[in-house]
C-alpha cells in the first residue's frame, strides 16, 4: 500500500471538484455511474489504442477521470451528509466493473498475451474481492497490500503516458512487451501479491478473535 498512505492529502486535492458537484447538487451516485462510463470509453481506447498515440492518450486521460472521480464520489456524499451503506456497495460493485473494463481494454488490446492477461485480471479482481470479503466476515475492510486500485491506476496512467513516447519492445526473461505491457505484468503479480497479503492478514485477524 503505497498512495492509500496518502489518502488525507488526495482529499484535500479534490476538494475543489466536490465542491463544484456539490454546488451543482451532482449526486455521489451519480459521480459512481459517470465514472463507469468514463472507464468503458477508457477501455474502448485501449483496446484500439495499439500503435496510435493519440487512442492511447485518450485511453489515460479517461483512465485518470475514472480514477478522480472514484476519489470523488465518497467524498462528495460524506459532504452532503447523504454517505449511505448502499452508495458504498454501489461504489464497490462499479470500481470492479471499471477494473474489468479499462484493464480489460488494455489486455485486449495487444500490449500482453492471453496468458498474461488473465493473470493480470484475476490478480486485480482477487486483491480487491479479498479486501470487502474480509469486512463480509467481520474484520473490517482491509486497505493493506503492496497495490492497491490507487497504486495500480497510477502505474497504467504513468506507463501508458511513457509509451506514448517509447513505443520500442523490451524483452526480459525471454517475453517482449511495450512499457505498458511490463506496467501491466507488474501490477498482475502485484496484485496477486497483494492478495495473499490481505488472505495471511485476515487468517491473523479471524484467529485471533477465536482465542
Partial sequence: MTIESFRSVGSILLEPIVNVFHTHRVTANAVTVLSLIFALLSGICYYFSMGSSVTLFLALALAFLNALLDGADGLLARKAGI???????????????????????????GYVDATAGMMILTGVLLASYLGTQAQAVGVGRVYGGIMGRA??????????SLNIVYQPRLGLWGFSYSVLGWALII????????????IWHTRKMLLEKEV
Fill in 83 to 109: 454517505a449511505s451503506r448502499y452508495g458504498d456497495f454501489l461504489d464497490h460493485v462499479i470500481d470492479r466493473y471499471s477494473d474489468v473494463l479499462i484493464f480489460g481494454g488494455a489486455c485486449l488490446g
Fill in 187 to 198: 501490477i498482475g503479480v502485484a496484485s496477486h501479491i497483494t492478495a495473499l497479503q490481505r
Fill in 151 to 160: 497504486d495500480r491506476m497510477a502505474i497504467l496512467i504513468m506507463a501508458s
